[in-house]
């Protein structure tokens, strides 16, 4: 975010100060997450975006260009100091991926649910993104639709990582960019129905966008629950990926203290993990869905199974 607005501010006043803050941005950036090749892209398409702001395309032009050799550079050294790095597939199987991180990235609670009550909320969510889509077509200024699409085009190319390595917490910019896009069209409609109508209808159009935020909003909680739940030290999911650097599992060196490392040893011996043969045990009743690891999820005072394996792509 700090970068988009690096790039906005340098379009608009052309300093050379924000165009260098651009440059450290982008790469910080790329150190740290996949989406940060497709900054680019992204920062383009914003401006596309800012009406007002398509005089100064030179500018836009020049961070572009900046943020794409910032990419490129990271992205050679990348080939020559990472072997075996993650790569893009150009599949069915990737075009899949992507499709579920788009699907998903749509969906407070995430697309994949498990129990009535969670499917519930993803059935009326639908629902209601449905509805919202015909009357906003029908009634939305030219204007918004193009915000709206530009909007969508956005999540869908910060979804594009997912076709090298599709990792769950890589859906939080696509997310906020479509729920923006959903801002978008329940404000554009909230403005159109009063001014066009007025009258019992108007009322009920906020009715139907009130309960469409409130079912938004319970999914987002609730998924925020069950991340927390995943992240809880005695999650077995989590357990095991932890020991991984506990029991030294890695091939190349790790970065842990070794005050942090004892801490986690002792945990781990708290819960009677003490050896790989444990943890081999740890790993076969966490695959089997061990009845009394379902149990501890009352509890979470020993290993226990959170209801989605936050990971995978069950938990998209």
Same mark, same amino acid.
Request: with cysteine; glycine share 6%; charged share 15%.
């Given at each position: 975010? *700090?970068?988009?607005h690096c790039f906005i501010?340098?379009?608009? !006043?052309?300093?050379?100060?924000?165009?260098? @803050?651009?440059? &450290?941005?982008?790469?910080?950036?790329?150190?740290?997450?996949?989406?940060?090749?497709?900054?680019?892209?992204?920062?383009?398409?914003?401006?596309?975006?800012?009406?007002? #702001?398509?005089?100064?395309?030179?500018?836009?032009?020049?961070?572009?260009?900046?943020?794409?050799?910032?990419?490129?550079?990271?992205?050679?050294?990348?080939?020559?100091?990472?072997?075996?790095?993650?790569?893009?597939?150009? !599949?069915? !199987?990737? @075009?899949?991926?992507?499709? &579920?991180?788009?699907?998903?990235?749509?969906?407070?609670? %995430?697309?994949?649910?498990?129990?009535?009550?969670?499917?519930?909320?993803?059935?009326?969510?639908?629902?209601?993104?449905?509805?919202?889509?015909?009357?906003?077509?029908?009634?939305?200024?030219?204007?918004?639709?193009? =915000?709206?699409?530009?909007?969508?085009?956005?999540?869908?190319?910060?979804?594009?990582?997912?076709?090298?390595?599709?990792?769950?917490? %890589?859906?939080?910019?696509?997310?906020?960019?479509?729920?923006?896009?959903?801002?978008i069209a329940a404000m554009? @409609? #909230?403005?159109?129905?009063? &001014?066009?109508?007025?009258?019992?209808?108007?009322?009920?159009?906020?009715?139907?966008?009130?309960?469409?935020?409130?079912?938004?909003?319970?999914? %987002?909680?609730?998924?925020?629950?069950?991340?927390?739940?995943?992240?809880? =030290?005695n999650c077995a999911f989590?357990?095991?990926?932890? *020991?991984? &650097?506990?029991?030294?599992?890695?091939?190349?060196?790790?970065?842990?203290?070794?005050?942090?490392?004892?801490?986690?040893?002792?945990?781990?011996?708290? *819960?009677?993990?003490?050896?790989?043969?444990?943890?081999?045990?740890?790993?076969?009743?966490?695959?089997?869905?061990?009845?009394?690891?379902?149990?501890?999820?009352?509890?979470?005072? *020993?290993?226990? @199974?959170?209801?989605?394996?936050?990971?995978?792509?069950?938990?998209?």
């Amino acid at each position: 975010m *700090a970068l988009v607005h690096c790039f906005i501010v340098w379009v608009r !006043d052309g300093r050379l100060l924000h165009l260098c @803050l651009l440059s &450290l941005c982008a790469s910080l950036a790329v150190f740290t997450r996949e989406e940060a090749y497709l900054l680019f892209a992204a920062s383009l398409l914003v401006w596309a975006l800012l009406s007002g #702001y398509w005089k100064f395309w030179r500018r836009a032009l020049v961070g572009t260009l900046c943020l794409l050799a910032v990419a490129a550079i990271h992205f050679v050294l990348r080939l020559i100091f990472v072997p075996n790095a993650p790569s893009p597939k150009f !599949d069915i !199987d990737a @075009l899949l991926t992507l499709w &579920l991180c788009i699907k998903s990235s749509c969906y407070p609670g %995430g697309y994949n649910t498990i129990g009535f009550v969670d499917g519930m909320l993803g059935h009326l969510w639908a629902s209601f993104l449905a509805l919202l889509f015909v009357l906003f077509v029908r009634m939305a200024r030219a204007v918004k639709l193009l =915000q709206i699409v530009g909007v969508c085009c956005l999540g869908c190319l910060l979804c594009s990582p997912a076709i090298a390595v599709a990792r769950p917490y %890589g859906l939080a910019l696509p997310t906020l960019a479509f729920m923006t896009a959903i801002s978008i069209a329940a404000m554009e @409609l #909230y403005k159109q129905t009063r &001014l066009k109508w007025g009258d019992w209808r108007h009322y009920a159009v906020v009715s139907f966008l009130t309960l469409g935020m409130i079912i938004g909003i319970t999914g %987002g909680l609730r998924r925020s629950w069950y991340v927390a739940e995943f992240l809880n =030290q005695n999650c077995a999911f989590r357990m095991l990926l932890d *020991a991984k &650097l506990v029991f030294g599992l890695y091939d190349g060196p790790t970065s842990v203290p070794e005050k942090r490392r004892a801490a986690a040893r002792a945990r781990f011996a708290a *819960a009677g993990i003490i050896t790989i043969e444990d943890l081999q045990r740890l790993y076969k009743r966490s695959v089997e869905r061990d009845p009394e690891y379902i149990q501890n999820r009352q509890t979470r005072t *020993a290993p226990f @199974l959170p209801k989605y394996e936050y990971g995978s792509e069950a938990s998209f």
